[in-house]
């Protein structure tokens, strides 16, 4: 199966500040690479697919690239209602596999 | 709008059997594929399973596989899963959400989640 490390695992930003989150997976993936938001209590919600492609209705401060192994996702212009875990997920091969998560805190 | 409403939280003792419903509308059903996921309490994401709502093609996450199984009914547009033999590390929160349906690709959107808690 393929794993996906995700780092840093938390981290702490003001706003304003521009966050950035990386995955490795543990083979090519292509570009086969989702980013969720998760809000406390509540379900994921896809903010990126297919590595760097923004879902609908999604703030254009959110964004996604890298292919092969590695993806960064960033967030451009930290806001308060950014606050929650970051998951990437990748599903080149079956079973797709999630990240660890990153909380980003203010 | 797509929508995905799961059935409500559940209490069970070690042993016993569980079973979610999620409902969708807002799209042609059968068009689409329904994965399960699964969050332990203060842990990450993982993966269950997958079923074609078109083909009743299934995946199944190996670590479930013979106590776990995914169902849909065209009719209602609502997809179930079952899991079996519960275990305390089966408390989790269970979410389905839509995938694509010839595969598992990402997951979009997802169902507010059943909280399942197995407890004696």
């Known amino acids: 199966d393929i794993q996906m490390t995700q780092s840093p695992s938390s981290l702490s930003a003001s706003v304003g500040d521009r966050v950035t989150i990386t995955c490795q997976a543990s083979?090519?993936?292509?570009?086969?690479l989702n980013w969720y938001q998760q809000k406390p209590g509540r379900a994921p919600k896809l903010l990126i697919y297919?590595?760097?492609n923004l879902a609908t209705g999604v703030p254009t401060r959110f964004s996604g690239s890298g292919s092969g192994t590695d993806f960064t996702f960033t967030i451009n212009r930290l806001q308060p209602e950014d606050i929650a875990t970051y998951y990437c997920?990748?599903?080149?091969?079956?079973?797709?596999?999630f990240g660890g998560g990153t909380k980003v805190e203010i | 709008q797509v929508q995905l409403v799961q059935s409500g939280a559940e209490v069970k003792k070690p042993g016993a059997s569980v079973k979610v419903s999620c409902k969708t509308s807002?799209?042609?059903?059968?068009?689409?594929?329904l994965s399960w996921v699964r969050q332990a309490p203060g842990q990450g994401l993982e993966y269950m399973g997958w079923?074609?709502?078109?083909?009743?093609?299934?995946n199944y996450a190996q670590m479930l596989q013979g106590r776990f199984t995914m169902t849909t009914d065209t009719s209602t547009s609502t997809a179930y899963m079952e899991l079996r033999s519960l275990r305390s590390d089966d408390t989790a929160v269970y979410y389905c959400?839509?995938?694509?349906?010839?595969?598992?690709?990402?997951?979009?959107?997802w169902g507010q989640g059943t909280l399942v808690t197995v407890s004696s």
């Open positions: 959400a839509r995938t694509a349906s010839t595969t598992v690709n990402r997951f979009d959107p």
């Open positions: 807002g799209y042609t059903f059968s068009n689409y594929g």
């Open positions: 079923i074609s709502a078109y083909t009743g093609e299934t």
């Open positions: 083979q090519d993936i292509i570009k086969y």
């Open positions: 297919d590595a760097s």
């Open positions: 997920q990748q599903y080149d091969k079956l079973p797709p596999a």
